[in-house]
């Protein structure tokens, strides 16, 4: 990457509940995918967004997509299992080479996450659309930059924990909920070179991703995901010995 280049953000959602469950039209007219993007391009003026769907080609991340990709944000539910290990691999191995991946809500069960976790990333869960706040745990973090405290949202669906997942390079927001639960809602990890960032607020439910401030947390997310430098390949074994290269 130059200093020059846009970024290169990619949000990919399976697409699922937009094909299965007529009353999400209502919430999410042009699916979650595009209420993120839309919400990321109010905020990251220059930046080139594009979204992508289970059901394209490639399923939507075929090389010359994740290849051009510098920041993945990644939204799944209902159809983990039918992502492709070859692709859970070739992102696992981008992310490791330093793109930047943003996993949401119930995308804490995609193959990709539990692949870079090591760990199941099962966590409690009741969906009564209860009230969520969002309390900032680091406000000197890049990521809570300008967040409210609390973020309040109204209807949400609860993660309690105890959330299975590595303990955190850095916890940046917990979540309280009407029913009495806490939940470490954003964390980030280093894995590789690459940077990800984990955050429950967005239930396909409720318009959580219209929401202002959530809109902030994934567009300063994608800020601070972004490759420091060159994405690059994972290393090759030489067949001569370095000296005679």
Known sequence: MTGSAPLRVTVWNEGVHERTKPEMAGTYPDG???????GLT?????ADIRTATLAEPGQGLPPEVLDQTDVLLWWGHMAHDEVDDALVERVVARVQGGMGLIVLHSGHYSKVFIRLMGTTCSLQWRNTGERELVWTIDPTHPIAAGIEHPVVIPEQEMYGEPFDIPVPDELVFASTFAGGEVFRSGVTYRRGRGRVFYFSPGDEAFPVYYHPQVRRVLANAVEWARPVGPVVAPATAHESPLRDL
């Open 32 to 38: 979650i995918h595009g209420a993120i993007a839309e």
């Open 42 to 46: 109010g905020l990251l003026g220059g």
